[in-house]
């Protein structure tokens, strides 16, 4: 029997999730691990041009990774065709990776996995194994979607009632006061287990407005495409509700510190390519040089166009 009486907690609320009908699990990693685990692959392949967090997880199970690179455009450079017992693993980079391409990689290699960490809103499709993360693009401490139809061994939940500080701390203060918080939380990720995602987690997927954060983030994306020059290769009209807006600079170390100073925050996405890839490649150009500015639902026009126009005063400055 249930706790019945006593002092009011958060309740269950009543809305519905963006995938409601997906496996739910704690991390992007770990929903990784567990697919492999289900498909019994014995060797992953994976871009160069990865977090290190992927890498050191798979360095924990006994599969073997090859590693290829990437083109310019984001495109992949890869085998032409899989070993039994291999399989692709796929990074959608800043949704530059359309469901006609992954359908074309799919007739190809049949067995691939592909990461929608920067595409949330992008749905998946029929037999693709494919990954979401939730931190990435809302106010929760963890929390991932895979949709697959291998069959996946029970595990236990997940409980992050520990791990908002962050995220509350930042709602009704600032975001410098919990950076470190929001490290720390980030370190406890290394050594996470496989497990469902919380309860926690999935009550507050319930509330969220997606059809407006879709379109805010697609508005701001068109503003930041308006107002910054660039021919980028890899950016288009707009990505379905986009994660950030993949602002190439040549100067891009640099003016990351600027913004900083101007409390505009931007992070490297990834910093450990900077020190495992050589400097000419394009690995090396992207982790440096691609600014992912924030376009999320929390701004709007005016945010937007002081991020150009700081930009901008950099550039004039240089």
């Known amino acids: 029997m249930k706790e019945i009486g006593g002092y009011m907690g958060l309740e269950d ?54 590693f290829y690179r990437i083109r310019r455009d984001l495109s992949p450079v890869l085998p032409d065709r899989l070993a039994d017992g291999e399989a ?25 996995i592909v990461d929608h960490t920067h595409s949330f809103f992008q749905r998946p499709l029929p037999h693709v194994d494919t990954l979401y993360s939730c931190r990435k693009f809302f106010g929760v401490s963890d929390g991932a979607y895979l949709a697959t139809d291998a069959v996946l061994a029970p595990k236990e939940r997940d409980i992050s009632m520990g791990h908002m500080a962050h995220v509350l701390g930042r709602y009704e203060t600032d975001a410098a006061s919990w950076y470190q918080t929001m490290l720390d939380n980030a370190h406890r990720y290394e050594s996470a287990p496989i497990l469902r995602m919380s309860r ?3 009550n507050l997927m319930r509330v969220i407005d997606y059809p407006r954060v879709k ?25 379905e509700g986009p994660f950030a ?15 900083a100073r101007k409390k505009i925050f931007v992070p490297t996405n990834w910093s450990n390519v900077l020190k495992e890839q050589p400097t000419g490649s394009p690995e090396y150009d992207f982790a440096a ?11 709007g026009y005016k945010e937007m166009a002081y991020i150009a126009r700081t930009i901008l005063d950099f550039d004039r400055q240089t």
């Open 215 to 239: 379109e805010v983030r697609e508005d701001n994306y068109r503003s930041l495409r308006s107002l910054l020059p660039g021919d980028n290769p890899f950016l288009t009209d707009s990505p």
């Open 88 to 112: 692709l693993y796929l990074v959608n980079y800043y949704g530059t990776l359309t469901d006609e391409k992954i359908l074309n990689f799919k007739r190809k290699y049949e067995r691939i």
């Open 13 to 66: 609320f009543s809305g519905e999730e963006y995938y409601a009908g997906l496996h739910r699990v704690n991390l992007g990693r770990t929903a990784l691990l567990w697919l492999l685990e289900a498909r019994k692959y014995r060797k992953l392949w994976l871009p160069f041009y990865l977090c290190s967090s992927v890498t050191e997880s798979l360095g924990q199970t006994d599969i073997s990774l090859e």
């Open 200 to 202: 926690l987690t999935e």
């Open 289 to 299: 040089n691609i600014l992912p500015l924030p376009c999320d639902q929390r701004y």
């Open 245 to 259: 807006y993949p602002y190439y600079h040549k100067d891009g170390i640099r003016l990351r510190n600027y913004l």
